[in-house]
């Protein structure tokens, strides 16, 4: 049974970082890209970042890039998201979603449930 | 970046009836790739679909996808009281851009 669970959620002041996690199990983590999708509070779903399945290929939408960084460690079957600068527009919910093949294009066939960060003073 | 349209907004129905929700994107999506997910409230995305019209594993019969070129259209044929929930299309070709969703609610 695939299974994905993230951590690392926090409440965060403006400007300051967080790593989130996301432990992966019930699949062979090397051979699929991963993605970190996030929600605001009543709000749409957003493509964040991915990750290719050896973790060569990486991808950023326009709102995080330069911001945000996404790793993975195929020897412990964990995702990685690493923020800094975090602002006011960065709260959600963050997903970490499994890509349906190793390289693009992919669909998300698996989601965590997903952990909260919220970035207030 | 192609953008995604979903109508209605929300759609109000009675369990047992038939649901149409539609997705028009900006671009023709290259080899049908449209995925159409379930969210219910606190919980995470589910996909329902992909490549258009393809079920994922364990999704009944009474949901269908179909569409091409810029036009795709998600259909559950009998509303069960587990269907009412927020439902997003997505496109994985190019963007991995997501419409910003059609709430099915119970009328």
């Known amino acids: 049974e695939v299974q994905l669970l993230e951590s690392g959620g926090d409440l965060v002041q403006p400007g300051g970082s967080l790593r989130l996690s996301c432990a992966a199990s019930g699949f062979t983590f090397s051979s699929y890209a991963m993605s970190w999708v996030r929600q605001a509070p009543g709000k749409v779903l957003e493509w964040v970042s991915a990750i290719s399945g050896s973790g060569g290929s990486t991808y950023y939408a326009d709102s995080v890039k330069g911001r945000f960084t996404v790793s993975r460690d195929n020897s412990k079957n964990t995702l990685y998201l690493q923020m800094n600068s975090l602002r006011a527009d960065d709260t959600a919910v963050y997903y970490c979603?499994?890509?349906?093949?190793?390289?693009?294009?992919?669909?998300?066939?698996?989601w965590g449930q997903g952990t909260l960060v919220t970035v207030s003073s | 970046e192609i953008v995604l349209t979903q109508s209605p907004g929300t759609l109000s129905l009675s369990p047992g009836e038939r649901a149409t929700l539609s997705c028009r994107t900006s671009q023709s999506v290259s080899s049908s790739y449209l995925a159409w997910y379930q969210q219910k409230p606190g919980q995470a995305p589910r996909l329902l679909i992909y490549g258009a019209s393809s079920r994922a594993t364990g999704i009944p019969d009474r949901i269908s996808g179909s569409g091409s070129g810029t036009d795709f259209t998600l259909t559950i044929s009998r509303l069960e009281p587990e269907d009412f929930a927020v439902y997003y299309c997505?496109?994985?070709?190019?963007?991995?851009?997501f419409g910003q969703g059609t709430k099915l609610e119970i009328k």
């Open positions: 997505q496109e994985y070709g190019s963007s991995r851009t």
């Open positions: 979603a499994k890509g349906s093949r190793e390289v693009r294009p992919y669909y998300f066939d698996y």
